[in-house]
């Protein structure tokens, strides 16, 4: 992991670039400058609102970085919205809190992805008492997320290598949907997580999600649902910025945030109830894809917005594949069925089998059996206990060098 994330920092130089002193400014040579034999850089589109590698404000006006992001530093929290299945977006939030950390070292990691539940997992995990496969499994990633994680554990491995406290800023999820069901006032007090009556929703936020709302078709706008969609909306947004708000305040830390950008476009949603929690000068930075229509540059969706060139697809790496289909079974996963031909078949996994641990980590579910499979290298061995009605059985499953891909 040190090598890809010394990588990661090395290549953000377009966000550090500046943040030196004038004598060094003066002499050394630009930090985007390209070797005389280098091919030229790809032009942006003619009608990119903002060119790749740049910072723009929310009219598309370019933006000074260092200047930026000395500002940002030194303000009580940072919202870096995201897509959440984009890896570009995801690069530019670690290329980002790099930046920042680089300008102010007391910083915290909020993360939308966690609920408060899971709080002292995070807090062992930036102490480095976890590895990734138990931070993983100890906070039910899948389940509390289920987006590639991969697109988060550089910026969860970055917080541990700095010793920056990672924060839970969410609640639990249904928490938020009980409240779209039901509307808050009929959740009792000690059901609602210790998070406080959120500030009304400006008009603006209530257009923007009437719109999400109606996206989904008529069956979504019966009487009284929508008033309670915008209603847990504020909840949600409400639990976010409590969170961020303790944090600065208890520990004296600027909060770098790492949220879904629709919970801070327009400073709506969490930036919104920040100021109605006293927080009025967070700064919110978005990554700027170059195909988004100009004209949501409205001049007040976001302090600033950071350029992104074209997205590249991702190569396809082959996963491990053990061949069985799960159900849930007592004590563990049971094997429903196993693929003929398959590495489940050849360690002599049969259908009824109950999985109960691999690699001698405890299997309780289908993810965790899962989570282990993909995480084995090409070539390894991966030994399991299973049951079945004679006793206990240890088997080995033997990866090939090279998976199959299906």
Known sequence: MLPRLMAVLLLSGGLLAGLGDSAAAQTAAPANAAPANAPPAKAP?????????????????????????????????????????DADHHRWQLHSLAAL???????????????????????????????????????NWPKVWGYDARFYLPILHFARMNRLPVVALNVDRGLVSRTAREGWAAVPANEREGVGDPAPPPASYTERLRQVMAAHGPGERRSGSFERFVEAQSVWDRAMAERIADTHRQANRTVVAILGQGHIEGRDGVPHQLADLGIRN?????????????AELDGRIADAVYGLGESEAPAETPRPRLGVMLEPGPEGVRVRSVTEGSVAAAAGLTAGDLVVAAAGSPVREASDLTAVVQRQAPGT??????????????????????????
């Open 45 to 85: 589109p003619a009608n990119a609102c903002v060119p790749p590698g740049g910072w723009a404000d929310a009219a598309a006006r370019p933006l000074n970085a260092a200047d930026l992001l000395r500002r940002a530093a030194a303000s009580p929290a940072v919202l870096l919205g995201e897509r959440h299945d």
């Open 101 to 139: 950390h680089a300008l102010n070292p007391d910083l915290a990691v909020g993360m939308e992805m966690f609920p408060r539940s899971v709080q002292p997992v995070l807090d062992r995990w930036s102490a480095g008492q976890l590895t990734e496969a138990e931070l993983l499994r100890e906070t």
């Open 282 to 294: 967070s700064v919110v930075l978005l990554p700027w894809d170059e195909d988004r229509p100009c």
């Open 381 to 406: 061995w991966l030994p399991l206990t299973v049951k079945r009605e004679k006793g206990t059985a240890e088997l080995v499953a033997k990866f090939p060098a090279s998976p199959v891909v299906e």
